[in-house]
């Protein structure tokens, strides 16, 4: 039997993982209003969510459609040659430790980003990234392969010492 | 390219990425604290709850947008007891202190010695029928008094509902506030208490050394 659990519980389990997917997707600086709206929006239609849906899963949707809606925002405002500042910002990011790595995120074209954050800290099977981000799981996957690749040439230094 | 060669498997993410980023706990702390805000503002926040320390222990705090809705001991278990607020009253269940800053108050005083009453606006939908009734009549047993569960038997009308007395008492959802430590058996001995006899019994040394 599945019964639902105080909202409270929902926040301290996934919060963590809502705001890494947030800053994977739109950035430190506007990660926490992502994370925030998100987790209204989830608040609000959590007594109407199924008793065992997978919660995750429900929080990473409603986390791409919230930073969906900033990155468009940003895209009416930006001048396209404004772009550059988002990886020196993220050097000062308090939280992540991989600051490089997830800035030459930052750097991957948009579907790939989304693909990646979605597939590796949201834990979404590629099926239900499609639904998200358009196309087949195949071409899915295939963008996360291309964006990991891409990665790969980018930080030479580090593919030989990760462990 | 070695990430094309088995397109089956799952690809190495973390080779590259490294580990998922860490994220230290009181990162969240302040965006908990706005969206429990945020929450209360769009009327979203069905149960706001936090905890105090008391002399009879950890008190869990709980309170609907009509008022204090559930105390209860550390003994009770805290966490089921959410869970059963989640159930029963709305899974919209969030730490936020800011409801629950004049009760905190109020019982900081109680177990001060100088709050003989308390003054918030209570919820008692979590008792119905008789126990509310019951319920209704504890608060005005004074501080420092008792009263046998015959005699609130008796106040509420029905004398020979003595054991429905004793269970409203026991399943009181605000004990402390609701003083349901004043209701002793005929005896004299303390009868039961939702927060255990030692709790019961510091509450009455409290009220009557102050």
Known sequence: MNVKQPFERVVTQHGPTVLRVARAVVGSSDADDVWSEAFLAALRAYPELADDANVEAWLVTITHRKAIDHLRARRRRAVPVDEVPERASSAHDPAGRDDDVWAHVKDLPEKQRLVIAYRYLGGLPYAQVAELVGGTAVAARRAASDGIATLRDRLPEKTGETA | ?210
């Open chain 2, 1 to 210: 390219m070695t990430t094309n060669r088995s397109d089956a498997d799952e690809i190495d993410f973390a080779a590259v990425l490294g580990p998922a980023p860490a994220m230290a706990p009181h990162l969240l702390d302040p965006l908990h604290a706005n969206l429990a805000e945020a929450a209360a503002r769009e009327g979203l926040l069905d149960v706001a709850y936090r905890t105090v320390d008391s002399p009879v222990g950890s008190l869990l705090l709980a309170a609907t947008e009509r008022g204090l809705v559930r105390v209860a001991f550390a003994s009770e278990g805290h966490d089921a007891v959410l869970q059963r607020l989640a159930e029963r009253v709305s899974p919209r269940v969030l730490e936020a202190p800011a409801r629950l800053d004049d009760v905190a108050r109020e019982l900081d005083e109680y177990f001060a010695g100088r709050r003989r009453s308390f003054d918030v606006a209570l919820d008692l939908s979590l008792s119905t029928g008789f126990r509310r009734i019951v319920l209704h009549h504890l608060p005005e047993i004074q501080f420092g008094r008792t009263e046998t569960y015959t005699q609130v038997a008796s106040a509420v009308g029905s004398p020979r509902a003595v054991r429905a007395v004793g269970s409203a008492c026991a399943t009181n959802p605000l004990p402390v506030v609701v003083p349901c430590h004043r209701v002793l058996r005929s005896d004299g001995s303390l009868g039961g208490y939702l927060g255990g006899l030692d709790a019961k019994r510091a509450l009455l040394a409290l009220e009557s050394a102050a």
